[in-house]
């Protein structure tokens, strides 16, 4: 099993990413809470990593902090919760932010998670209360990546695009995650600030 993984990161495109590691490129899906810290392309990462075997496919999950994939493997066990709606869960709020919520028994927050019905909700409250792991770090909460620095309406359609697709990835409805991103206002802005506004201002409301 894969457990980390160190090499160059060469492609970044919400919520997968590639890093290449001895020549060999590594496929992985990784929440955003990870995305907005990941360092530029063609730098070095390492990444905490999740491997799933399946009949069809070996799949990896990658996460910056042992926290945040321990959390994904805390969620994935819970009845009705698969690995993409782990990585949306991740993805919708930090992990110290869930752990809050799932102490606090506020389903209604969690409902506010694509992929999250009243149901599910309930669900992740009553199996979590006492089983959410207690290794918190500041690297936990989800801080402020790096803005963008693109020009051109071109560029910024690109971004746009990137991000609905990146929340589509993530369980929105295409016409939700539409919706969300131009909302947002932001026009020369990276991927990333983009879909970290639009989930903001879910949250929000």
């Known amino acids: 099993m894969i457990g980390r993984l160190s090499g160059v990161l060469v492609e970044k495109n919400p919520p997968e990413l590639v890093v290449d590691t001895g020549g060999v490129g590594y496929e992985l899906e990784a929440p955003m809470s990870t995305f907005y ?3 530029p392309v063609g ?6 990593v999740h491997m799933v075997v399946r009949d069809d496919a070996h799949l990896l999950f990658g996460f910056l902090t042992k926290a945040e994939r321990a959390h994904f ?13 782990a990585l949306g869960i991740l993805s919708g709020m930090s992990v110290t932010d869930f752990s809050v919520c799932v102490q606090r028994r506020d389903v209604t927050a ?5 992929g999250i019905g009243k149901k599910t909700a309930e669900r992740l409250v009553l199996e979590l ?37 990146a929340l589509v990835a993530l ?9 969300l991103v131009d909302s947002t ?21």
């Open 73 to 85: 493997r805390t969620l994935i066990k819970v009845s009705g919760v698969g690995a993409k709606v």
């Open 110 to 114: 969690l409902t506010r998670i694509p």
């Open 185 to 205: 206002g932001l026009q020369d802005a990276s991927v990333e600030d983009i879909i970290r506004a639009a989930l903001k201002s879910i949250h929000s409301t």
């Open 37 to 39: 810290n990941l360092p």
């Open 171 to 179: 369980q929105y409805k295409p016409t939700d995650a539409t919706k």
């Open 129 to 165: 209360q006492d089983k959410l792991p207690d290794t918190l770090t500041p690297q936990d909460a989800m801080p402020a990546g790096a803005g963008g620095d693109t020009a051109g309406a071109a560029v910024a359609m690109d971004a746009r695009s990137q991000a609905i697709d």
């Open 43 to 48: 730098q070095d990462v390492v990444l905490q």
